[in-house]
């Protein structure tokens, strides 16, 4: 495999057909490369609708992605929860970027905090356990409260469950029967901020800076760009990013989700080997945006300036703020504000909790921002 760069109009190949690979392929295009989408979505998907080619069919169906892998040049995921043996298939033909040993490593929560403990990344205390004595053992060590998630395929705080002090064991246990499970002891934490920054395949990196995130119902609400935070927290942040990049031999954009404790100790939640929802803002405050460096990197390019040129506030637009699954909300709030910017991702039904776009808002001060956010999302019915 080559590791001269790939300039337009090569092939970008995308594993997934979501609103990430969705505004990667609007980067692409508009930088003259061409794009393919592999995805077991019905055809017309959300990065489909970009894609100067789309493969629809299951992720263990060698034919298809044989054909697939025909088209494009290099190949990168827009979700991690991709089979092994396709990034098994992919890598023995094409240059898979990020590669399938940080896919493999991030998508399972297990091998992730197994990762970050072997090279000593401050994350919280876990054990990991397979039966409910184990679990008894866990708690009894780490105390409670504690959170018990799945080792697989979680996201968006599914398969979690908090053990509080009246928590039956027994009964939590029920859920994650017959699996393998992370037990971590509770962060008491004052804030959730993260890093999206990218690596290139020269090893050389550039990170947008320290963001935080305000959650509900365990999805990502708003995000505050740059966060409210010490110089000392901003430092560590960016240490813990640019250590799992490394550890990872990362290549790629990638967002790294930590706790502040009231301490000022930071400490790694999970990783994403992806963009990230709460690196959106910079597609319109910073001056290379996630999706570009992600295209940057992968193409083995030099990577672009990621510093941020405006104050931001992302607010994720979720497809509870739809009145109904047709009928689309009334903009007029958004499109009527001179510094704020609405994405929507493409997707045919607004469900309740599914993530439909996001708008961006701008400002002369932070303050500004968070002011029009707050009115934004008064307007749209979404709580502040």
């Known amino acids: 495999m080559s590791s001269s760069p790939l300039l337009p109009p090569s092939t970008l190949g995308i594993l997934g057909g979501g609103q990430l690979g969705r505004m990667l392929a609007l980067e692409a295009r508009r930088s003259g490369y061409r794009v393919a989408v592999y995805t077991d979505e019905r055809p017309g998907c959300p ?4 894609a100067d080619a789309e493969f629809n069919a299951a992720y263990d169906d060698r034919h298809a992605l044989e054909r697939f892998l025909q088209r494009v040049d290099v190949v990168t995921v827009e979700f991690e929860n991709i089979p092994d043996a396709c990034l098994e298939i992919v890598e023995a ?60 395929f979680g996201y968006d705080g599914k398969g979690q469950h908090k053990v509080n002090a009246d928590t039956d064991l027994a009964d939590a246990w029920k859920d994650f029967e017959g699996h393998h499970a992370v037990v971590e002891q509770w962060v008491p934490f004052v804030c959730e901020v993260s890093v999206v920054g990218a690596r290139g395949v020269d090893g050389r990196m550039a990170v947008h800076g320290v963001v935080e995130n305000q959650h509900a119902h365990h999805i990502l609400d708003v995000t ?18 640019e250590a799992v990049a490394e550890g990872l031999d990362y290549v790629g954009t990638m967002a790294v989700e ?20 709460s690196g959106h803002y910079t ?3 910073c001056i290379t945006n996630q999706f570009q460096q992600q295209m940057r990197a992968i193409c083995g390019l030099s990577l672009g300036d990621p510093g941020q040129h405006t104050p931001s506030v992302m607010i994720n ?40 776009g996001h708008v961006n808002v701008l400002g002369e001060t932070l303050e500004e921002a968070l002011e029009s956010a707050i009115e934004i999302k008064q307007a749209l019915g979404i709580p502040v």
């Open 224 to 241: 505050i760009a740059p966060a409210r935070v010490g110089p000392e927290v901003v430092e560590q942040a960016l240490e813990l990013w």
């Open 93 to 152: 033909v094409k240059p898979l970027r990020p590669g399938r040993k940080a896919i493999h490593t991030t998508q399972h929560r297990e091998r992730e905090k197994l990762f970050l403990r072997g090279q000593g990344i401050a994350c919280a205390e876990f054990r990991i356990v397979e039966s409910l004595a184990q679990l008894e053992q866990a708690v009894q060590e780490l105390g409670r409260p504690c959170v018990i998630k799945t080792a697989a």
């Open 47 to 50: 990065a489909g609708q970009w």
């Open 283 to 285: 597609i319109d405050a």
């Open 317 to 356: 637009l979720l497809g509870d703020v739809w009145p109904s699954e047709k009928v689309h909300p009334d903009w007029d709030a958004v499109l009527g504000h001179p510094r704020a910017k609405l994405h929507l991702y493409g997707k045919a039904e607004a469900r309740a909790r599914r993530k439909m």
């Open 258 to 277: 930590m706790f502040v404790t009231a301490e000022g100790r930071v400490l790694v939640n999970e990783i994403a080997p992806r963009p990230h929802n």
